[in-house]
């Protein structure tokens, strides 16, 4: 169908999009509403961890949508069960409660720091979040998040959320009072740039927390789920956080997050927490196909093998364009440019023919990749290739 026969001002406008309908998808492909195809680098926001129309979440999704989609959250079903006890037992963690998207799974980490505070802290509630950090849009995460501007978007906002530097102990450490809670951070900023937070800074946030009786939270929306080349983002740090969210990569492209705390820390009483689609069979059916795919013996040494692929032709870029290099973890990885053209490069990577290229930057300066984590060796060949073209056109 031609583009300009859809009627797109049926839509709220919220974000400027290219004229295109995508229609399908398979693998690491996109394809258009005019045929054509598009090489995935972002699919999905780093959702689809198993690229598009993955076999395993089909299957999840015909039998259990064929066996029961929604007994209500009012009564427990097998798929959710399933899912909690593969988290757990991959994890620190003790306890599990299922959310729509990660930003209502974070709402759940704060009203649970916050409880906490109320139990055992004498009313402590301010948590501490980083500049540039991203936690939601919900109000409360977008107060909780650093983005410049969001604190006074929609005010009044919600109170209690101090900023302080990523890898800036010292930071920290100064906006620790008597009403401070916790702590909370992405153990890789995504949104802010792929910006990781050094092993040095959570471990010190780790005994500044043990020090202060706060509670230590890592948001893995984005970095969990395999996407840094381990299950979970903080394993490599060698730390034990008290809370975790995840959301994205853990559904593989349908609504599915969680919010994750140790069995001391999960403290909501009846009543304080839970929502209508929570922990439903059918998304959560999907999960555990996701998840064994992740989990199976080999999967996380190919996403690291992928990473370090993409690291290193992403570095003979930067050396070849006299770029400043890349940083990332895993398949969540960025190529810091030496000026502004990361817009004009996506543009070009979309409008490229006869086939496109999905790429994203986060800042005018930085491309970042987000590709599914069973990308293959050819499509990272072929996203570096390609994206050379592309800057070797442009700086002509
Ligand atoms: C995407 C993201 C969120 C928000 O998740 P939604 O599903 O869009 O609500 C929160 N935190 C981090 C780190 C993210 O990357």
């Known amino acids: 169908m031609e583009f300009s026969q859809y009627n797109v001002n049926t839509l709220m406008e919220i974000t400027s999009r290219p004229d295109l309908v995508f229609v399908r998808g398979q693998g690491s492909w996109l394809e258009d509403n005019a045929g054509k195809r598009y090489l995935d680098f972002i699919q999905g926001w780093a959702v689809n961890c198993l690229g598009h129309g993955a076999p395993e979440m089909l299957r999840a999704l015909n039998e259990q949508g064929a066996k029961l989609i929604n007994p209500s959250p009012a009564y427990f079903n097998e798929p959710s069960l399933n899912l909690a006890q593969r988290l757990t037992q991959a994890s620190v963690f003790d306890r599990v409660f299922f959310a729509n998207s990660g930003a209502e799974a974070n709402e759940g980490a704060i009203k649970l720091a916050r409880k906490w505070g109320k139990v055992n802290r004498n009313g402590a509630y301010k948590i501490i979040t980083m500049d540039h950090s991203f936690h939601g849009r919900t109000l409360a995460t977008m107060s909780a998040s650093g983005k410049p501007g969001w604190g006074t978007m929609f005010a009044p906002q919600v109170d209690g959320f101090p900023k302080a530097n990523l890898n800036d102990l010292d930071s920290v450490h100064k906006l620790i009072d008597a009403q401070t809670v916790a702590i909370m951070l992405e153990p890789v900023q995504g949104e802010g740039g792929v910006i990781p937070a050094t092993a040095e800074f959570m471990q010190g946030l780790r005994k500044l927390a043990d020090e202060h009786g706060l509670l230590l939270i890592v948001d893995e929306v984005q970095t969990g789920m395999g996407r840094c080349g381990t299950m979970?983002?903080?394993?490599?740090?060698?730390?034990?956080?008290?809370?975790?969210?995840?959301?994205?990569?853990?559904?593989?492209?349908?609504?599915?997050?969680?919010?994750?705390?140790?069995?001391?820390?999960?403290?909501?009483?009846?009543?304080?927490?839970?929502?209508?689609?929570?922990?439903?069979?059918?998304?959560?059916?999907?999960?555990?196909?996701?998840?064994?795919?992740?989990?199976?013996?080999?999967?996380m040494e190919t996403v690291q093998a992928r990473g370090r692929q993409l690291s290193e032709g992403l570095l003979k870029l930067s050396a070849k364009w006299g770029m400043h290099?890349?940083?990332?973890?895993?398949?969540?990885?960025?190529?810091?440019?030496?000026?502004?053209?990361?817009?004009?490069?996506?543009?070009?990577?979309?409008?490229?023919?006869?086939?496109?290229?999905?790429?994203?930057?986060?800042?005018?300066?930085?491309?970042?990749?987000?590709?599914?984590?069973?990308?293959?060796?050819?499509?990272?060949?072929?996203?570096l290739d390609t994206l050379d073209g592309i800057i070797a056109r442009m700086r002509g």
Not at 234 to 247: A, E, N, S
């Open 325 to 383: 290099g890349e940083r990332g973890a895993g398949l969540l990885r960025a190529l810091v440019m030496d000026r502004d053209d990361g817009p004009a490069i996506v543009d070009a990577a979309r409008k490229l023919e006869p086939q496109g290229m999905l790429l994203n930057a986060p800042r005018a300066n930085l491309l970042r990749f987000m590709p599914a984590l069973n990308v293959t060796e050819q499509e990272v060949d072929l996203m």
């Open 232 to 299: 979970f983002a903080y394993q490599q740090f060698g730390i034990t956080p008290d809370i975790m969210t995840l959301g994205k990569g853990i559904g593989g492209g349908v609504p599915l997050a969680a919010l994750l705390a140790r069995q001391d820390v999960s403290v909501f009483s009846h009543g304080e927490q839970g929502g209508t689609y929570n922990g439903n069979p059918l998304m959560t059916a999907v999960g555990v196909a996701v998840f064994d795919v992740l989990n199976a013996p080999g999967f």
